[in-house]
């Protein structure tokens, strides 16, 4: 039977109407990539004259910056999103700010300053995350929270990781972007705003940390756990496969410390990769609390890209996933 379901998190509806993945073509499916021509790599180990001069490197036996021998290296955005508060070139203010006869004025703009950097996971040229070992995630992992902690000062950090050109990724071996932005987005701002309301109705409860304990509880959606974490398909999943991954005691910044959940998020990664027979082509975030807020709990958003965003999702921003979230979090428990 078909569903509407609702978010707790953002609010966000789906409609769950799993059926449809049983119609004749209907099952997501992956198919292997091709793997990395090391020669055209620009993040492999060697090639660091190919990418711009690096802002941080983790390197377990020193050596100069710009040089082989790096576990993660972090480097600017070669074609930023955000250009530097610095050099933000301030834009033309509009002759009359009211418009014409007094009207509001209907287009805004301002400079798109912050800071865009490229975290390079690690040395090896593959393709994901998945394919990396667990140590070398973890690795990963600590200098993500490290460069969200050098952008502590910025309204909202958002660290990404786009796989595969299906899913944004303009090149293949595995990274992450970091946005340091100077406003909180909206979709954040709304969470935030959620979170908030949360805690002062239930006087003094987290929203997410309510939610991990009720679906723990309740067993039909859970994925694993492990000493960190919890990695669930969520109950409004968007996209088929979907997974949530919560750190089992509430905090409200990633980058403060503390579990980070890396080995669950790796494992949840090779599920994926063994159940549908490669690592498929996704879309990964770190959301963590903006500047200023406190009741609310930092996660782990993954999106396979299995399935096409197309008419009703664009026009109404409502999903329609062809997965039950229960039937993904049972067949990636056995996976």
């Known amino acids: 039977m078909q569903e509407l379901r609702i978010d707790p998190l953002s609010g966000h509806r789906t409609i769950v109407a799993g059926e449809r993945s049983r119609r004749p073509g209907g099952e997501p499916r992956c198919e292997p990539p091709e793997p990395i021509d090391p020669e055209k790599d620009p993040f492999a180990e060697g090639h660091e004259d190919r990418t711009p001069p690096e802002l941080y490197a983790l390197r377990p036996d020193g050596g100069p910056a710009n040089s082989p021998g790096w576990l993660v290296r972090v480097v600017p955005n070669l074609f930023p999103a955000l250009s530097s508060a610095n050099g933000a070139r301030d834009l033309d203010p509009t002759p009359d700010a009211r418009g014409v006869r007094g009207q509001v004025e209907l287009f805004a703009s301002q400079p798109a300053t912050g800071a865009h950097e490229v975290i390079i996971n690690g040395p090896q040229p ?34 990404i990781v786009n796989e595969r050109p ?34 002062t109705r239930t006087m003094g409860q987290n929203l997410l940390g309510d939610l991990v304990a009720e679906e723990v509880r309740r067993r039909e959606r859970i994925v694993a756990i492990d000493d960190e974490a919890v990695l669930m398909a969520p109950y409004a999943s968007r996209l088929p496969f979907q997974l949530m991954l919560a750190p089992r005691v509430p905090r409200a910044r990633f980058q403060d410390g503390g579990a980070s959940g890396a080995a669950l998020l790796h494992d949840g990664l090779r599920r994926l990769a063994r159940h549908l027979g490669s690592s498929p082509p996704l879309n990964l975030w770190v959301r963590t609390a903006p500047r200023g807020a406190e009741d609310f709990c930092w996660r782990i958003d993954i999106l396979p890209r299995l399935t096409h965003l197309a008419g009703l999702e664009l026009a109404t921003d409502v999903n329609l996933n062809i997965v039950e979230p229960e039937r993904a979090a049972a067949v990636l428990r056995e996976a």
């Open 166 to 199: 299906e899913a944004g990724a303009s090149l293949p071996h595995t990274h992450a972007q970091l946005y340091a932005l100077d406003f909180v987005p909206a979709t954040v701002a709304r969470e935030r705003e959620r979170a908030s309301a949360y805690t």
């Open 126 to 159: 593959v393709l994901s995350l998945a394919e990396l070992p667990v140590e070398q995630v973890l690795a990963a992992v600590e200098v993500w929270r490290e460069r969200m902690r050098a952008h502590a000062g910025s309204s909202c950090v958002q660290l």
